[in-house]
């Protein structure tokens, strides 16, 4: 089994920044993917990035320019900095890893973007 923990959502207003933490523990495969998604009520769950071991980052158009993901060094640990905040970034924000063709999810961490 895999925990994953999130940290670091929050309140913040428009044109903020915040920075989101997730760390891993557990089974643990070398070779894996390590990202996040987020959720408004109504709607599916949708990439936001992605970090897969190797060094290759995936963004969702949304995310380009303004979001960094990244791993600390441990590789078991996964940071989202989000700069340039909008208030249709107002999310629940899930980390998620993948390994062993399985999905792990992590409770989530509301961010509110508003002034």
């Known amino acids: 089994q895999v925990q994953l923990v999130e940290s670091g959502g929050g309140l913040v207003q428009p044109g903020g920044s915040l920075t989101l933490s997730c760390a891993a523990s557990?089974?643990?495969?070398?070779?894996?993917?390590m990202g996040w998604y987020r959720q408004v009520p109504g709607k599916e769950r949708e990439l936001v990035a992605r970090s897969i071991s190797g060094g290759k980052t995936d963004y969702a158009d949304s995310a380009k320019g303004r979001f960094t993901i990244s791993r600390g060094n441990t590789r078991n640990t996964v940071y989202l900095e989000m700069n340039s905040l909008k208030a249709e970034d107002t999310a629940v924000y899930y980390c998620?890893?993948?390994?062993?063709?399985?999905?792990?999810w992590g409770k989530g961490t509301l961010v509110t973007v508003s002034s």
């Open positions: 998620n890893r993948r390994q062993l063709g399985m999905d792990y």
């Open positions: 557990g089974s643990l495969f070398n070779i894996n993917t």
